[in-house]
């Protein structure tokens, strides 16, 4: 019997929610627990130059939320820093 170990690769949806006239936040949440995401969000917070916090969800596990609409960026960084792939990646919301 061979036994081969398949690397299970995240689910990673990008949700971007309206607060109040133009003020948007950013959310990503399915992430694995391999995964640091306080460091994460410090530089994202640092890139997109944005104040973020990294929260607790009942319904979605642990969040990473960042102050406007930062859809494209987080898209872009995370197929950059190679850890989702295209199919992956599930974008929502505004």
Do not use: A
Request: with cysteine; aromatic share 10%; glycine share 8%.
């Amino acid at each position: 019997m061979s036994s081969s170990i398949t690397y299970m690769e995240p689910t990673i949806t990008i949700f971007v929610s309206q607060r109040n006239g133009k003020k948007c936040d950013t959310h990503i949440y399915g992430w694995c627990e391999e995964y640091d995401l306080p460091k994460i969000c410090s530089y994202l917070k640092k890139k997109f130059e944005c104040g973020g916090s990294v929260v607790n969800n009942k319904e979605y596990g642990e969040t990473i939320k960042l102050s406007g609409n930062k859809k494209e960026e987080v898209y872009k960084f995370l197929l950059k820093e190679e850890i989702c792939t295209k199919s992956k990646i599930v974008l929502r919301g505004i």
